[in-house]
Nanobody, 115 residues
């Protein structure tokens, strides 16, 4: 059973930075891709960043140039470095892993950006 555990969320002022971590209970080599999604109150969940096992990373338009996704295979962990945060980035951030058409989700971590 795949378990994804996120950490690193919190409250930050506009212009600040946070780094989210997602650690998998299984080797991240087994996944076709890993990523981060976010969901703001009253809105749908949508992609923030995706890092496939092969190929280039993808970013949502609103975070390009500010957020960076990376992975540490030895630690089975994926990171999301978030810089120059603004109040529109406030949301619950979910870690996601994809394998053979199945999606796995973490429990989510709250990020709140104050103006």
């Amino acid at each position: 059973q795949v378990q994804l555990v996120e950490s690193g969320g919190g409250l930050v002022q506009a212009g600040g930075s946070l780094r989210l971590s997602c650690t998998s209970s299984t080797s991240i080599f087994s996944f076709d891709a890993m990523g981060w999604y976010r969901q703001a109150p009253g809105k749908q969940r949508h992609l923030v960043a995706l890092i496939p096992s092969r190929g280039v990373t993808n970013y949502g338009d609103s975070v390009k140039g500010r957020f960076t996704i990376s992975r540490d295979n030895a630690k089975d962990t994926v990171y999301l470095q978030m810089n120059n945060l603004n109040p529109e980035d406030t949301a619950v951030y979910y870690c996601n892993a994809q394998r053979w058409g199945s999606y796995y989700w973490g429990q989510g971590t709250q990020v709140t950006v104050s103006s």
